[in-house]
């Protein structure tokens, strides 16, 4: 079975295939992210956010700092687009309904954290979606903080959202996803930004599908995607 997006470890493309077998073994494999992150399609419990406190967590790769949530700032409607190997995709932040996560999202990409790393998994079976942010490229990093979920009442994943992995309830780091074709997925992954341009490249990284390396149709993707920045606009 596909897991859901998650912070669950998963072997990076170059770790031999008989040693991910016994981690394989130890573990859940969903959307997940720093402490494991997942996606997963199973039901999961969450807990509504209560306020943007970003609590120090391990681990923290590529360290830059925990944020301090600024209301004012975090209100400010913004686009961000990252270059990658295989074209723009931009989306637009949902910094009405997620002001959390957007806020966290904008510092890290403002602190250069998602250049230079690469969207680690691909899942074409069940569930659709690139996942990013870890810059171990393993999908065990993390920023070096937590934060709550948001969003979540009536939450669904049609094709062009993006959304946290986790790692269970109140888990977020770094790890995100895009959507590229529509999912049924439980209201456990807070969305945070509607692509705006840009589908179009994670359809064609998708047709070039994974080499199955967590499970079948769940792997790296065979058209490596290298996020060389993340440039953040006004909207």
Known sequence: ??????????????????????????????????TGTAIADTPAASTPATGCAYTPAIPADNFKG?????????????????????????????????????????????????????????????IYVLQCGDPTGTGSGGPGYSFPDENLTGATYPA???????????????QFFFVWKDTKLSPAYTPFGRITGGLDVLQKIAAGGED???????????????IRNVKISAR
């Open 66 to 126: 925990i944020p301090v949530f600024d209301a004012k700032k975090a209100a400010k409607p913004y686009r961000a687009t990252l270059r990658t190997s295989q074209g723009q995709i931009s989306f637009e932040a949902l910094t009405d309904k997620a002001p959390c996560t957007t806020f966290s999202f904008r510092f890290l990409a403002e602190h250069d954290y998602f250049d230079r790393s690469h969207c680690h998994r691909l899942t074409t079976q069940r």
């Open 160 to 174: 062009g959202t993006v959304a946290m992995a986790n790692a269970g309830p109140n888990t977020n780091g770094s």
């Open 212 to 226: 199955d390396q967590n499970n079948p149709g769940d792997g790296f993707p065979n058209l490596p995607v290298n």
């Open 1 to 34: 079975m596909t897991t859901p997006p998650s912070t669950t470890p998963r072997k990076a493309r170059h770790v031999k295939r008989k040693h991910w077998a016994l981690v394989a073994a130890a573990t859940v494999l969903p959307l997940v992210a720093s």
